[in-house]
């Protein structure tokens, strides 16, 4: 059963501007912080940016200023904004969804961006 699903990536030059999407089921939706994680290849999964049920924000240091996270309650569904890529920024991202500061127990399967130069 399908309960998040990511769309948004693809290819982009450094400098460029991309928007991630991130569809819940409602009931995920309504009950949890929602998330972007990304991994690189050979790297781990690391929080890029976590938005809270009352809209309250939190970034990794390497996307402050460029990346914005969001969500849109009547639709079930989290952006993330990113402006500015840089060539590691390249990654695939997941969505996510749980408790505020805690690591999701819900996952999407992923988009893949990938920041040329």
């Known amino acids: 059963q399908v309960q998040l699903v990511e769309s948004g990536g693809g290819l982009v030059q450094a400098g460029g501007s991309l928007r991630l999407s991130c569809v819940a089921s409602?009931?995920?939706?309504?009950?949890?912080?929602m998330a972007w994680y990304r991994q690189a290849p050979g790297k781990q999964r690391e929080l890029v940016a976590q938005i809270s049920l009352s809209g309250t924000t939190r970034y990794v240091e390497s996307v402050k200023g460029r990346f914005t996270i969001s969500r849109d309650n009547a639709k079930n569904t989290v952006y993330l904004k990113m402006d500015s890529l840089k060539i590691e920024d390249t990654a695939v991202y997941f969505c996510g969804g749980g408790r505020w500061f805690e690591a999701p127990g819900y996952w999407g399967q992923g988009t893949q961006v990938t920041v040329s130069s």
């Open positions: 409602r009931k995920i939706f309504i009950d949890n912080a």
